[in-house]
């Protein structure tokens, strides 16, 4: 291919590489400022007050981007560790739901 048909072609799709690029990186600083936040609002709450509803929004939110990444990598490891936070989400929903 000349240098001008792959220009053509590039600017004829309409997905923008750095736009995914970007897109993804923001959502790693979104559940990393997620993480922080629960994890300050954890020690605000004191000792004995509980924090199933601070777990279960942190695992939900980091099974989905791992069931996204699973789905766009393939790599079963994202699968496996979407599985457990999945598990561990309905975990602490359960135990919120009860009380705990």
Same mark, same amino acid.
């Given at each position: 291919?000349?240098?001008?048909?792959?220009? /053509?072609?590039?600017?004829?799709?309409?997905?923008? /590489?750095?736009?995914?690029?970007?897109?993804?990186?923001?959502? @790693?600083?979104?559940?990393?400022?997620?993480?922080?936040?629960?994890?300050?609002?954890?020690?605000?709450?004191?000792?004995?007050?509980?924090?199933?509803?601070?777990?279960?929004?942190?695992?939900?939110?980091?099974?989905?981007?791992?069931?996204?990444?699973? @789905?766009?990598?393939?790599?079963?490891?994202?699968?496996?560790?979407?599985?457990?936070?999945?598990?561990?989400?309905?975990?602490?929903? @359960?135990?919120?739901?009860?009380?705990?």
């Amino acid at each position: 291919m000349k240098k001008n048909e792959i220009l /053509e072609k590039a600017r004829a799709e309409k997905t923008d /590489e750095m736009e995914k690029i970007v897109r993804d990186r923001s959502a @790693v600083w979104m559940a990393l400022a997620m993480v922080i936040a629960s994890g300050f609002f954890v020690c605000m709450r004191g000792k004995d007050a509980p924090i199933m509803d601070l777990a279960a929004t942190v695992c939900f939110s980091t099974a989905v981007c791992c069931f996204y990444r699973f @789905v766009r990598l393939k790599s079963v490891y994202y699968l496996i560790m979407g599985i457990v936070l999945a598990a561990m989400t309905v975990f602490a929903t @359960v135990r919120f739901f009860h009380g705990h």
